[in-house]
């Protein structure tokens, strides 16, 4: 059974923004104050809906809930899109993530029948392919995108963080 403290998933607090740079900091990952000020300023504006991950009363990790995504099949469709999960090193593989993704997708289900999410195709990103793939999410059938446009037969690019692989999932009647 073990005495793991139970992880605590709420929305995001102005106090986070300095506190989840600084984690992330530690480790070498830089992201700035700004980012999580700018997700409180679109989650004030309804577009965005930021998530925390404690365990223990130690940030964890978060997700953030894009109502419009900037992805323009899943615009187009009004599917939500999950965008920016992120999990510390220290707490990966310990049901972060997961209960993040649980939250993202109860608040989703709520007022959609599918949501989406992009990954990215290098090896980096393996475990997060891995968990989408085992949580019901599947190609959404418009191949790769780099920054924002699609990637065609011939073209040559570089592979970096820009190129993506966009999933759904669907959820079932209530």
């Given at each position: 059974m073990g005495n793991k403290p139970s992880i605590v998933v709420r929305d995001m607090m102005p106090d986070d923004c300095t506190a989840i740079s600084d984690a992330f900091a530690a480790q070498g990952w830089v992201k700035p104050p700004a980012l999580y000020r700018r997700y409180l300023d679109e989650c004030q504006?309804?577009?965005?809906?930021?998530?925390?991950a404690e365990r223990a009363g130690q940030f964890a990790g978060y997700v953030t809930i894009r109502w419009e995504s900037d992805y323009p099949p899943f615009r187009e469709a009004g599917v939500p899109e999950i965008v920016d999960l992120n999990v510390l090193i220290?707490?990966?593989?310990?049901g972060i993530g997961a209960a993040l993704m649980d939250e993202a997708e109860r608040r989703i289900a709520g007022i959609?029948?599918?949501?989406?999410?992009?990954v990215g195709l290098t090896a980096d990103y393996g475990p997060a392919q891995v968990m989408y793939g085992r949580r019901g999410y599947e190609p959404d059938g418009c191949g790769l995108h780099r920054a924002g446009g699609p990637v065609r037969r011939g073209d040559q690019i570089v592979v970096d963080d820009a190129v993506t692989l966009y999933l759904?999932?669907?959820f079932s009647a209530q």
């Open positions: 504006a309804g577009v965005r809906t930021a998530l925390v220290a707490y990966q593989r310990q959609s029948a599918t949501a989406g999410i992009g759904v999932k669907r």
